[in-house]
């Protein structure tokens, strides 16, 4: 490979070439993926990424796109040949504009979504997409694995909040689609081709976002419910009562409580007595009437007449509704102290949940007896994280050697139940061969035809989303 030409296209600055400054392009979060590359390109612009892709064109040099490299699923790595070069977009982190009346902004793929967050408040109005990697991951990356987050029920998934978007396409042309507008019936929705699609068919350089009303009160309770079906209940309840102001709905089974009081410093038990399961419930608005954590209280009496839930408390400071918000989203880390996890993003129809539950617990139980679920997640979206901890005292390495076998049997229940195997996260290299196992060969093969014609070199992050030679 000729980097001289990438390294004269990007000039110094411009692209890392030295092994200990590419290192932490190379390694992920959870350690599980490694690549080699000769060069990060990191471009300035969305003519220096043209450039970039117009030359790897014509070489058939293979290029992957990576943002802040919080994905998990190995889509922003390279493989091991050495053949594949990363096009890193954190130098693209702009804001080109914003239109407080129109309720848009225009920012670079690059841009970190605190940054986007503090621009939309900085105007008088809010960009509610909200994740815990939301410090790291960058407009770029959230568009392309069409992120979800904490407040989907009341906004939907990043493509939900995307009204255009310019992308750089294989070879280099430059596609400007960074309309604003709200109406526009002209065709295909080339758009939302390139979002979860993962770098497999372009480079997102800048998109134009949908603002919102800038919330100025929201109020967070944590119920103490019986089961996963009193969750739905629930959800059905504060849709009624709080109409748009419900936000979020996330469940949580009593093991996953005890993980993070046991290993997290600073979370106690909210409430007197354990319970089951918890939810979640958190509401906002961008009006002041009616008050919320009076709505959210009238929402627990009745929960608590209707026996839905046996006790809860309503945060009564911001504080404490940070505190109540770090139960669930210090899960993750408080289960790696259990030992292995053995982890599934899935979801299902909603109200299937329960169903999901019972059945793929009795699965993976009659495979590896004692071994502890702690289902958690967006009840509210159908998305329920099910991580599985190692049995207490078992061989880490040995429990997670049957990742595989375990997959194979949870996904196998998703899909007979006409769920998704990839919920958040998307596919990467890591769902590769169970996306041919899970959607119809005719969804497949329309998949490969798309890529087919929009990258037919097969440059655009390859072996991702779709096997390579098939
Ligand atoms: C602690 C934590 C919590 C998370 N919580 C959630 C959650 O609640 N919901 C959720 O959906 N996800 C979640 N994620 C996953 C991750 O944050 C999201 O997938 C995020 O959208 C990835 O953004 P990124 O910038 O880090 O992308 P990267 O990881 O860098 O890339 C992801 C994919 O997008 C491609 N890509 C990146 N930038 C571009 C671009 N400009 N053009 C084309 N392709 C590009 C990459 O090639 C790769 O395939 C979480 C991750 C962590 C670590």
Redo the contacts with the bound molecule.
Sequence with gaps: MDLDALKSILGPGGYIDDPADMAPHLT???DRWQGITPLIARPQSTTEVSEVLSYCHSKGIGV??????????????PDSSGSQIV???GR?NTVRAVDANANTMTAE??C??TDVHAAADQAGRLFPL?????G???????????????T?LRYG??RDLVLGLE?VLPDGQIWNGLRSLRKDNTGFDLKHL?MG?????????AATLKLFPKTVQSATALLGIPSPAAAIDLLSLARTAAGDTLTSLEIMPRIGMEFVIRHMPGCRDPLVYPHDWYALIDLSSAATDPDLKDLLESIFVRAERDQIAADGVVAQSEAQRAGLWRLREAL??AQRFEGGSIKH?ISVPISSIPEFLDRAGAAVEALIPGIRPVPFG?IGDG?IHFNLSQPEGADKQAFLDRWEEINRVVHDIVADMDGSIS????V?QLKVQEIERYKSPTEVELMRRIKQAIDPQGI??PG??LRRNP
């Design positions: 992920e979060w959870r992957v796109p990576q943002g802040g490299h919080t994905g998990l699923a190995g889509g922003a790595m096009l890193s977009l693209m793929a690059g970190i979504l909200s994740l815990a990697s939301e790291t991951a960058q407009i770029g990356g959230l568009l392309s694995t069409n992120a979800g987050g904490n989907v998934n990043a992308v390139f699609a993962e770098g497999t068919l372009g480079v997102i350089t993750s880390e993003d967006h998305n919920a958040e996260h998307g990467g655009m992050n991702k989303v």
